[in-house]
């Protein structure tokens, strides 16, 4: 597409051609609109072959794409991101494909964004996105994000996901689960529990508990953790407490501004998305049995977007001492 100040405007193109047309040499009235000969030629070649719309611009996108995807490649993508709701790394490592291929298939068939979706039925229920600047610290163990996920307790044999929104299984009542939720910054090793409440002491023995966890996995020392504002982080003496037994700094994200620990609030969303909302649950239990299983898939075998599609497992494992 010509832009609105250039030379050859469509309009430019037809005085070119009556130019040429008036018996005038080809290569004088080129050098008149300041374009070199081979063009005057091909618009001039144009004008006798196809009159008038022959110089109106046209998309340069090749008749044909040898390279492109096979048909019945490009049909098992949409399906797979159809049944599974889940981005181009994950299906990409399931279907032995390039993420970006997978991920050019889904842009060109205008495929929604996952963040649009609803993460049970995949219908578009968001227009927008935002995205912030992202930081990153440079070795395993520098900064844990710490937050709590609120979700509401499934009554026994259902809730409204499985029964519709009726009066009868509106489940009011039935109270919350506190999905207590760590994640490291560098590696984005994570973990979780599932508590009745959120007060300091809670929260303190999930910090000690998710320590533990990191341990075992290979992270044998936290310097910094980070939470939000609540009171059982900034006044809890427990969690306070419980920081400085790891001997790590607090940390404390500026009023209001969420994103700060963006880390651990986008491991709320993939919770709530590929475990806690994946499937209809019939009962809480069920629902909660799951969680372990659940990280496990996380840290060891689901790919991460934002660590190039590698394991968090793959981040943590230091076999040439590069953190050392």
Do not use: I
């Given at each position: 597409m010509s832009h609105a100040n250039a030379r050859l405007t469509p309009a430019g193109r037809l005085t070119m051609v009556q130019r040429i047309g008036s018996g005038r040499a080809v290569a004088h009235v080129a050098a008149e609109m300041g374009v070199s000969r081979t063009t005057a030629w091909r618009w001039w070649r144009r004008f006798q072959t196809e009159g008038l719309p022959g110089l109106q611009d046209r998309s340069s996108v090749a008749h044909s794409h040898p390279?492109?995807?096979p048909a019945c490649i490009e049909t098992r993508i949409r399906i797979e991101r159809l049944l599974s709701r889940r981005g181009p790394v994950w299906i990409?490592?399931?279907?032995?494909?390039p993420a970006s291929t997978v991920g050019r298939v889904l842009a060109r068939h205008h495929t929604p964004r996952l963040s649009e979706c609803d993460p049970l039925t995949g219908q578009v229920i968001r227009a927008r996105r935002r995205s912030a600047q992202r930081?990153?610290?440079?070795?395993?163990?520098s900064l844990i994000h710490v937050d709590v996920k609120k979700l509401g307790r499934i009554p026994s044999g259902g809730g409204w996901r499985a029964h519709g929104r009726r009066e009868q299984v509106r489940g009011r009542g039935n109270g919350y689960d506190y999905?207590?939720?760590a994640i490291d910054d560098h590696t984005r090793l994570a973990y979780a529990e599932i508590h009745p409440d959120e007060n300091t002491a809670t929260c303190a023995q999930f910090l000690t508990n998710a320590a533990a966890y990191f341990?075992?996995?290979?992270i044998t020392r936290i310097e910094r953790v980070i939470t939000d504002n609540a009171l059982a982080y900034r006044r809890g003496?427990?969690?306070i407490s419980a920081v400085a037994m790891l001997g790590a700094k607090q940390k404390f994200i500026r009023p209001h501004c969420p994103w700060t620990n963006g880390k651990v609030e986008r491991l709320n969303r993939t919770l709530v998305t590929e475990w806690a909302y994946?499937?209809?649950w019939t009962s809480n239990t069920d629902r909660a049995a799951a969680l372990p299983t659940w990280l496990e898939h996380y840290n060891l075998e689901?790919?991460?977007l934002g660590i190039r599609g590698q394991r968090p497992i793959d981040r943590v494992n230091n076999p040439t001492g590069q953190y050392s």
């Open positions: 390279g492109r995807t990409a490592r399931r279907l032995g494909l930081y990153e610290h440079a070795y395993p163990g999905v207590h939720a341990a075992t996995h290979g003496t427990a969690f994946t499937q209809v689901r790919p991460h």
